[in-house]
C-alpha cells in the first residue's frame, strides 16, 4: 500500500507514520528528514536547503521532485510506504502521478494554536529521526531507540513556526481537495491520545 500523510507541521505525521510503518512492516520516506540528512552532510542539495528550511519556507519543487523520484525507484519500496512531507504543493502532487500510484491518502486534522504548542516542545533525535515532546520525557534528553542526544530543531524557533503554518496554508492545504476529488482523502482527528490516533488510521487503511 502506498500512503500519503498530509497535514500542517506538528499535526503528528512523524510521530504516526513511524508507528504504522512498524505496524505494517514498510518504510517512511519523509522528506524533511532526507532535507536534514542533506544539511548535515553539507552535500549541495543539503546547502541549498538550508536557507529555505530555517527561514520555514519549502524549498523548490524540481530539487524535491527530483529526490522523491530516485528514492521511490529503490527495490525496498515494492511492499509499500508512507510518503512523510510530501507532496507540499499541487505541482508536487501533478508529478508525483507521473512516477508513482498512490492508495490512500491519510490527512491529519489539528487546530493552529495545539500545534504550536506541539512544536515548541518537540525534540528530536539527530541519529534516527524519532520524535518525542518534552512533557513525555520526563527530564531524559537522550533518545530511548538509539541513545543519541536529543535536539531542537533549528526550525522550531517560535516566529519560523508561525511561517510554516501560513506556508501550510496556502501552499499545501489545497491538496485535500486535490485528493478528495480523486477519492484517496480520509481525514483522521490527530487530536487527543497518540494511541487511538494511531487506532483511527489503522482503521482508515483498511476501509
Ligand atoms: P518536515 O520535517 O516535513 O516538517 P513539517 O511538515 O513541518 O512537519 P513536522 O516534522 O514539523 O511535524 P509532524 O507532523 O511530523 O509532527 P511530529 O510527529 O513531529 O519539513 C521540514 C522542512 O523541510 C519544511 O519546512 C521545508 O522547508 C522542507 N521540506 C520538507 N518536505 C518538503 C517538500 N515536499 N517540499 C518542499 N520543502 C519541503 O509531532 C510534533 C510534536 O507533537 C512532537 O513533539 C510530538 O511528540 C507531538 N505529538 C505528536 N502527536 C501528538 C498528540 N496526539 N498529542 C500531543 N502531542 C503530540
Same mark, same amino acid.
Given at each position: 500500500?502506498?500512503?500519503?500523510?498530509?497535514?500542517?507541521?506538528?499535526?503528528?505525521?512523524?510521530?504516526?507514520?513511524?508507528?504504522?510503518?512498524?505496524?505494517?512492516?514498510? $518504510?517512511?520516506?519523509?522528506?524533511?528528514?532526507?532535507? @536534514?540528512? +542533506? %544539511?548535515?552532510?553539507?552535500?549541495?542539495?543539503? *546547502?541549498?536547503?538550508?536557507?529555505? &528550511?530555517?527561514?520555514?519556507?519549502? =524549498? $523548490?519543487?524540481? =530539487?524535491?521532485?527530483?529526490?522523491?523520484?530516485?528514492?521511490?525507484? &529503490?527495490?525496498?519500496? %515494492?511492499?509499500?510506504?508512507?510518503?512523510?512531507? /510530501?507532496? @507540499?504543493?499541487?505541482?508536487? +502532487?501533478?508529478?508525483?502521478? !507521473? /512516477?508513482?500510484?498512490? #492508495?490512500?491518502?491519510?490527512?491529519?486534522?489539528? $487546530?493552529?494554536?495545539?500545534?504550536?504548542?506541539?512544536?515548541?516542545?518537540?525534540?528530536?533525535?539527530?541519529?534516527?529521526?524519532? !520524535?518525542?515532546?518534552?512533557?513525555?520525557?520526563?527530564?531524559?534528553?537522550?533518545?530511548?531507540?538509539?541513545?543519541? !542526544?536529543?535536539?531542537? @530543531? +533549528? #526550525?522550531?524557533?517560535?516566529?519560523?513556526?508561525?511561517? @510554516? *503554518?501560513?506556508?501550510?496554508?496556502?501552499?499545501?492545504?489545497?491538496? =485535500?481537495?486535490?485528493?478528495?476529488?480523486?477519492?484517496?482523502?480520509?481525514?483522521?482527528?490527530?487530536?487527543? #491520545?497518540?494511541?487511538?490516533? /494511531?487506532?483511527?488510521?489503522?482503521?482508515?487503511?483498511? +476501509?
Amino acid at each position: 500500500m502506498n500512503i500519503i500523510f498530509l497535514g500542517p507541521p506538528g499535526a503528528g505525521k512523524g510521530t504516526q507514520a513511524q508507528r504504522i510503518c512498524e505496524a505494517l512492516n514498510i $518504510p517512511q520516506i519523509s522528506t524533511g528528514d532526507m532535507l @536534514r540528512r +542533506a %544539511k548535515k552532510e553539507g552535500t549541495p542539495t543539503g *546547502l541549498r536547503a538550508k536557507e529555505y &528550511m530555517d527561514a520555514g519556507k519549502l =524549498v $523548490p519543487d524540481e =530539487v524535491i521532485i527530483d529526490i522523491v523520484k530516485e528514492r521511490l525507484a &529503490m527495490d525496498d519500496l %515494492k511492499g509499500g510506504y508512507i510518503l512523510d512531507g /510530501f507532496p @507540499r504543493t499541487v505541482p508536487q +502532487a501533478e508529478a508525483l502521478d !507521473t /512516477f508513482a500510484v498512490i #492508495d490512500t491518502v491519510i490527512e491529519l486534522d489539528v $487546530p493552529d494554536e495545539a500545534l504550536v504548542r506541539r512544536i515548541s516542545g518537540r525534540r528530536a533525535c539527530p541519529q534516527c529521526g524519532a !520524535t518525542y515532546h518534552v512533557s513525555m520525557l520526563g527530564g531524559r534528553e537522550t533518545c530511548e531507540k538509539c541513545g543519541e !542526544t536529543l535536539i531542537q @530543531r +533549528a #526550525d522550531d524557533q517560535p516566529k519560523t513556526v508561525l511561517n @510554516r *503554518l501560513r506556508v501550510y496554508h496556502s501552499e499545501t492545504a489545497p491538496l =485535500v481537495s486535490y485528493y478528495e476529488a480523486k477519492g484517496l482523502l480520509h481525514r483522521v482527528n490527530g487530536e487527543g #491520545d497518540m494511541d487511538a490516533i /494511531f487506532a483511527e488510521i489503522m482503521k482508515a487503511l483498511q +476501509a
